[in-house]
């Protein structure tokens, strides 16, 4: 069935270093990704999109990969600040006109200082 | 640019009641998504509105309905009320053509008692 999912619930690392969230995707059609952040108490936020026709996309601090041969999404954050700690989640979305996402579990990412 | 504001933040309702949850997403967007997030299920798709129209919908009871207005605001509805209707109900704003970014308000929490 449709799933997205994530190899890790939990990351921790150093103020500074950098930071690799991975994520599986089990649909084929999807087409549209997204990377969201979610802080305690509040929505998700968007972080950086990548559609299917594209491998990288670079944002401030932010990259995402995708490998669609293996269906594999990752969000890379540069020099990894205390603010970047929360839950970062990824969602896609197939083609054909709906806006529906179909999310991952979620990695939570503890910054240390 | 004000965001998507979702109303009430909080509520606590008891079993066999029903709830109407609002949405105003942000100007100029036309779809509004409604998710259900909680610790065991993370976030799961309710229906999407694009236009006044229900344009898809995830996997849950009939008990949980929506619409939208012709200034887009949404409402959610879930009738019969139960424990595990307990939950951060999310919506989502975006322009609603092919897979673009979606904007999330910060949710309201309902508590089945």
């Known amino acids: 069935g449709e799933s997205v999912g994530l190899h890790l619930p939990t990351l921790s690392v150093q103020e500074g270093d950098n930071s690799i969230i991975n994520c599986a995707y089990s649909?084929?059609?999807?087409?549209?990704f997204i990377w969201y952040k979610q802080e305690s108490g509040k929505g998700p936020q968007f972080i950086i999109d990548?559609?299917?026709?594209?491998d990288k996309r670079q944002g401030q601090r932010v990259t995402v990969l995708l490998n669609k041969t293996v269906k594999h999404l990752s969000l890379q954050i540069a020099a990894t600040q205390p603010g970047d700690s929360a839950v970062y989640f990824c969602?896609?979305?197939?083609?054909?006109?709906?806006?529906?996402?179909?999310f991952g579990k979620g990695t939570k990412l503890t910054v240390n200082p | 640019k004000a965001g998507v504001t979702q109303t009430p933040r909080y509520l606590i309702k008891t079993r066999g009641q029903q709830v109407t949850l609002s949405c105003s997403p942000i100007?100029?967007?036309?779809?509004v998504s409604w998710y259900q997030q909680t610790p065991g299920q993370g976030l799961q798709f309710l229906f999407e509105?694009?236009?006044?129209?229900?344009?898809n919908k995830g996997n849950f009871p009939g008990r949980f309905s929506g619409r939208q207005f012709s200034n887009s605001r949404s409402e959610m509805n879930v009738s019969t009320l139960e424990l595990g209707d307990s939950a951060l109900y999310l919506c989502?704003?975006?322009?609603?053509?092919?897979?673009?970014?979606?904007?999330f308000g910060q949710g309201t929490r309902l508590t089945v008692v």
């Open positions: 990548i559609r299917s026709n594209m």
């Open positions: 969602a896609e979305t197939e083609q054909g006109g709906s806006e529906k996402l179909v």
């Open positions: 509105y694009f236009s006044e129209t229900q344009r």
């Open positions: 989502a704003s975006s322009f609603g053509t092919v897979n673009t970014e979606a904007f």
């Open positions: 100007s100029g967007h036309r779809s």
């Open positions: 649909n084929s059609a999807s087409d549209y």
